[in-house]
């Protein structure tokens, strides 16, 4: 629906190769910004090439090869320029002289092919001075509130074994994170729209015990972010592994047989049992955030093999040649069923469509949380300073801990969508459900059909069936 439909299989992949080696460069460039060495070395070495290039002659190989390059470098400048903000604005801007010289790429990188040389057009030195009274001055005729200094608050003192940039105790004594607290509240909506969902159009029951553990998750994180008890971090890390075990025993459990379902279910309950035993022996949040993506990474990739194995028409041949053969002896049956396995295709290529739009959807926004929750623990003092300068209410959208739990939120969300369609899709129910999501800013939810009068109590087309 959302995608057209001339993207297929190979496509796919190549959007997914084509988005790692994104990654990758991203990664390489986070990594070269964080020192100014880092910056020159990467501008040396795509000017180097390009010196090289000129030296051995202009091919048509080598103006690709120029073409790509001008497209690093843009890059390189753009995301250093991205991170000197974050390093520079939390300065304290004592040696105000200092200059960081930032190379500036052309804005059409595309004029490459004309250019003759390195496609470094000039060369600006911001002073650390500078830059800070160009960030706050765009806030300055904004009207504020100054931030209270801490105080003393009534869940004092803080027995969590980590805490979040935003200040404690600022604006109540009642919470100890304001904002983040607040923005849990998505979650227990979102959870209640889910289970509602689970009851009015009969999904399967693991889908409210996903929703149950979906609403652990945001109480937990709630009252965590309310009093920074350790108690209450036990139960706001420790849903989330329960959460995402629960999603692994639904995705690999579904057609299996009851003893290994059983087997499952066992071994995915010591694995929750032991990772709860260690993480409090250990009491170190870096163990927490690995295991938590491990688990998330699994249930992901197992439930889009799932999907693709066994929604795909190409996977389903083998299906098609033997209902074929078993029919031939009737060809007005065999004209009839062709007709009706063509339809499923081309419905079930819709539906994937649909899926993998909601998929880079939910994947985008659960990614782009977890950047952000990352420039929130390396930049704080950046963050806090800055959000002293423009005061309140403008600060609150600087506290990026509480925009991770709204897109993490969020994706999480789309996830438990996703799988509960799915899992009416392998039922072959796709006739009687339908994804609901009008607008990509909204929240999508999956719904029975109202059944046509040419359909009978198990979503089986009547023409079908007489025949």
């Keep these: 629906m959302l995608l057209t439909h001339s993207i297929g299989w190979q496509q796919k992949v190549g959007f997914l190769m084509g988005a790692s080696k994104s990654l990758g460069v991203y990664l390489v460039l986070y990594v070269a910004s964080k020192n100014c060495v880092g910056k020159q070395v990467m501008t040396n070495a795509v000017t180097n090439v390009y010196i090289d290039m000129e030296g051995s002659g202009t ?114 004594v009642y919470s100890a994170e304001v904002v983040n607290t607040l923005t849990n509240l998505l979650f227990m909506y979102l959870a209640a729209k889910g289970i509602y969902s689970c009851v009015k159009d009969e999904h399967d029951k693991v889908f409210i015990v996903a929703y149950i553990g979906y609403l652990l998750t945001g109480t937990g994180s709630f009252f965590f972010h309310s009093t920074l008890k350790y108690p209450m971090q036990l139960i706001d890390e420790l849903s989330m592994i329960y959460t995402t075990c629960l999603m692994n025993y639904a995705t690999f459990s579904f057609s299996r047989t009851p003893r290994f379902r059983l087997a499952l279910a066992s071994g995915l309950t010591f694995l929750a049992l032991f990772i709860t035993l260690y993480y409090h022996y250990l009491q170190d949040p870096t163990f927490h955030q690995i295991t938590y993506a491990i688990l998330t990474i699994i249930v992901f990739f197992r439930a889009v093999w799932v999907m693709e194995v066994n929604m795909r028409p190409r ?153």
Aim: a positive charge; proline letters at 4%; aromatic letters at 12%.
């Design 59 to 172: 091919t048509t190989s080598t103006n690709t090869h120029r073409h790509s390059l001008n497209r690093i470098a843009w890059l390189l400048s753009s995301y250093s320029t991205v991170t000197s903000v974050f390093d520079t604005i939390g300065s304290s801007c004592v040696e105000s002289t200092h200059s960081l010289s930032t190379p500036v790429i052309c804005a059409d990188p595309d004029q490459a092919s004309a250019h003759p040389g390195p496609f470094l057009c000039a060369s600006i030195e911001l002073s650390c001075a500078n830059r800070v009274t160009m960030a706050s001055g765009l806030l300055s005729h904004l009207p504020s509130v100054p931030y209270p200094p801490s105080q003393a608050g009534r869940w004092s003192p803080v027995t969590s074994t980590i805490n979040w940039c935003e200040e404690d105790y600022y604006a109540t």
């Design 315 to 467: 996977f389903r041949r083998n299906r098609k040649s033997e209902d074929s053969s078993s029919l031939r002896s009737n060809s007005v049956r065999v004209g009839a069923e062709k007709a009706e396995l063509e339809r499923e295709d081309e419905r079930d290529r819709a539906i994937l469509r649909q899926m993998w739009t909601m998929i880079a959807w939910g994947l985008s926004i659960f990614l782009g949380g977890f950047l952000l929750w990352h420039l929130d623990r390396e930049h704080c003092h950046t963050l806090r300073n800055w959000r002293r300068q423009i005061g309140m209410p403008w600060g609150f959208f600087l506290e990026l801990h509480g925009w991770w739990h709204i897109m993490t939120g969020t994706g999480g969300y789309f996830y438990i969508v996703w799988c509960t369609w799915l899992r009416h899709c392998l039922n072959y129910r796709q006739d009687d459900y339908e994804l609901i999501w009008p607008r990509w800013l909204s929240m999508p939810v999956v719904s029975r059909q109202c059944r046509s009068r040419g359909t009978d109590d198990h979503g089986m087309h009547k023409s079908k069936k007489q025949i």
